[in-house]
């Protein structure tokens, strides 16, 4: 028949070690399932901010198409006045201030596109800062959802506990052996020790009255 204490011992060890093995399942499985949503997130922030980067890119394209197009007409329009100036005819400085005129109008114009790409290409500069900023603080609160994956060593220390765990109850339960306690009753050892103490056994002392 198997010893209680050894059973209980055993029984306690099992519990425990089964429990630290659950726990770590458990956490493995909430780091795995953590990381992938980790990554699903960094993922989406980046499809987000790739397609910031895409708007801005098309919207300053846009003013650099209409800016283009606009000195194209300046160009068409200055040449048509000029020829216009030509062919009336005029001659003298007359003439040459016309001509100076269309030129300066077209440059003046050209200067105002100028300025309107220049604020538009900070606009541009402002945005994309501000989608890789937004982009980079996404990730780090992604990244601080993250759950480590819990390491062997601490499976090994649950594991080592719940043995000792085992050993301590074990022991609690196994009773002292007999003559361990400190029951009364003078043993022979007691008794030299106390004949070695410098007190002579007197016999005569204990001697029983004779019966008349």
């Known amino acids: 028949m198997c010893d209680p204490a050894i059973g209980l011992g055993i029984a306690t060890a099992v519990m425990g070690a089964v429990q630290s093995i659950a726990g770590y399942s458990s956490e493995r499985a909430a780091a795995r399932e953590s990381e992938r949503a980790y990554q699903e997130q960094r993922q989406l922030n980046a499809q987000a901010a790739d397609r910031g980067y895409q708007q801005a890119q098309a919207k300053l394209k846009g003013s650099y198409d209409q800016a283009s197009q606009k000195a194209e007409e300046l160009l068409v329009q200055r040449l048509q006045t000029q020829g216009t100036t030509l062919a009336a005819g005029r001659a003298g400085q007359s003439i040459g201030g016309l001509l100076t005129d269309a030129q300066r109008t077209e440059g003046k114009d050209l200067a105002t596109l100028?300025?309107?790409l220049a604020t538009d290409q900070g606009d541009y500069n402002w945005t994309v800062n501000d989608l890789y900023a937004s982009h980079k603080a996404a990730n780090i609160q992604a990244a601080?959802?993250?759950?480590?994956?819990?390491?062997?060593?601490?499976?090994?220390l649950g594991l080592g506990g719940a043995a000792l765990s085992g050993v301590s109850a074990g022991l609690a339960?196994?009773?002292?052996?007999?003559?361990?306690g400190g029951g009364g009753g003078i043993t022979n050892a007691g008794a030299s020790?106390?004949?070695g103490s410098g007190v002579k056994f007197n016999p005569s002392a204990f001697s029983m009255p004779k019966l008349v």
Do not use: F, H, V
């Open 114 to 116: 100028g300025m309107n």
């Open 144 to 156: 601080a959802q993250r759950k480590a994956m819990p390491s062997t060593g601490g499976l090994l």
């Open 173 to 180: 339960l196994k009773a002292p052996a007999a003559g361990g």
């Open 193 to 195: 020790a106390g004949m």
